[in-house]
């Protein structure tokens, strides 16, 4: 699924915006979100103009890294490659993205993101793509911001985990895909997520295929009204075409999370 475009920012490589988790908390398990921290200082910065394979850890010290050539549009267009690309098993660590960023990162298969940053997304900030129920996609500390429209797209089979982590203008922060011409059944976890105004929805999944969303955690800043919806369900499909919305809040089943998990300011 995509939402309309909207003209991309091109660079920020000056004053990094304020979102709201610090690399110290964000990397703290179970801390508490705060609201006022800064975003982390790049450490250089390289430009990538072809994807970047990956396979066992890669730790890129706080480097910016941001699109040129066929990565450098800073488009929504669904067929970009992405800058980075991970084997089954890999592990990416202290990485900012900087804009332009294509694709974002590619998952083939398990994964685990470590205080990555996206300072303005692109097509999407990260895609899992594995193709085992027993597939784990770990996002762990860091944050992304100016999603026209996802922030993480599962589009292959498992469970992906993100906890402390920052969002702010979005549109989905993680979508189960409603329309991929293979389906499955997906499960999403997230705890200790800080949600920034403004925002769509966090968790979009299928209920026909059996996906869940539990929420832990979450604090929502700025969202006076409440329009943010934590968890919409889907009948998705495998054919192409736009999924039906299936309600959305709370049900135990597809939906998990109460009132007390979230938390507004």
Same mark, same amino acid.
């Given at each position: 699924?995509?939402?309309?475009?909207?003209?991309?920012?091109?660079?920020?490589?000056?004053?990094?915006?304020?979102?709201?988790?610090?690399?110290?908390?964000?990397?703290?398990?179970?801390?508490?979100?705060?609201?006022?921290?800064?975003?982390?200082?790049?450490?250089?910065?390289?430009?990538?103009?072809?994807?970047?394979?990956?396979?066992?850890?890669?730790?890129?010290?706080?480097?910016?890294?941001?699109?040129?050539?066929?990565?450098?549009?800073?488009?929504?267009?669904?067929?970009?490659?992405?800058?980075?690309?991970?084997?089954?098993?890999?592990?990416?660590?202290?990485?900012?993205?900087?804009?332009?960023?294509?694709?974002?990162?590619?998952?083939?298969?398990?994964?685990?993101?470590?205080?990555?940053?996206?300072?303005?997304?692109? $097509?999407?900030?990260?895609? /899992?793509?594995?193709?085992?129920?027993?597939?784990?996609?770990?996002?762990?500390?860091?944050?992304?911001?100016?999603?026209?429209?996802?922030?993480?797209?599962?589009?292959?089979?498992?469970?992906?985990?993100?906890?402390? /982590?920052?969002?702010?203008? /979005?549109?989905? /922060?993680?979508?189960?895909?409603?329309?991929?011409?293979?389906?499955?059944?997906?499960?999403?976890?997230?705890?200790?997520?800080?949600?920034?105004?403004?925002?769509?929805?966090?968790?979009?999944?299928?209920?026909?295929?059996?996906?869940?969303?539990?929420?832990?955690?979450?604090?929502?800043?700025?969202?006076?009204?409440?329009?943010?919806?934590?968890?919409?369900?889907?009948?998705?499909?495998?054919?192409?075409? $736009?999924?039906?919305?299936?309600?959305?809040?709370?049900?135990?089943?597809?939906?998990?999370?109460?009132?007390?998990?979230?938390?507004?300011?």
């Amino acid at each position: 699924m995509t939402s309309a475009k909207r003209p991309r920012a091109r660079a920020l490589t000056g004053a990094l915006a304020t979102l709201g988790l610090s690399i110290g908390m964000v990397m703290t398990t179970g801390a508490s979100p705060a609201s006022a921290a800064t975003w982390p200082t790049a450490n250089g910065s390289q430009g990538v103009s072809s994807t970047i394979s990956v396979s066992g850890t890669k730790d890129y010290g706080m480097k910016r890294l941001y699109g040129t050539g066929d990565l450098g549009s800073g488009s929504q267009d669904e067929d970009q490659g992405p800058i980075l690309e991970l084997a089954d098993g890999a592990v990416l660590k202290n990485v900012i993205l900087g804009a332009p960023a294509a694709d974002g990162v590619h998952c083939k298969g398990s994964c685990t993101l470590q205080n990555v940053w996206w300072e303005d997304v692109g $097509e999407d900030a990260a895609t /899992f793509k594995g193709k085992s129920s027993g597939s784990v996609y770990t996002v762990s500390g860091g944050g992304a911001k100016e999603a026209s429209d996802k922030v993480f797209q599962f589009n292959g089979a498992g469970t992906l985990n993100v906890s402390n /982590f920052a969002v702010k203008n /979005f549109g989905t /922060f993680v979508r189960s895909c409603g329309n991929c011409s293979t389906q499955y059944k997906r499960t999403i976890n997230l705890n200790t997520i800080e949600v920034n105004w403004k925002g769509s929805r966090l968790a979009g999944i299928n209920t026909n295929y059996g996906d869940s969303a539990t929420l832990r955690n979450i604090t929502i800043i700025g969202d006076s009204g409440k329009k943010i919806v934590p968890c919409q369900k889907y009948i998705g499909n495998d054919d192409g075409d $736009e999924p039906d919305s299936n309600g959305s809040g709370p049900d135990g089943t597809y939906c998990k999370y109460s009132s007390s998990d979230i938390t507004y300011r």
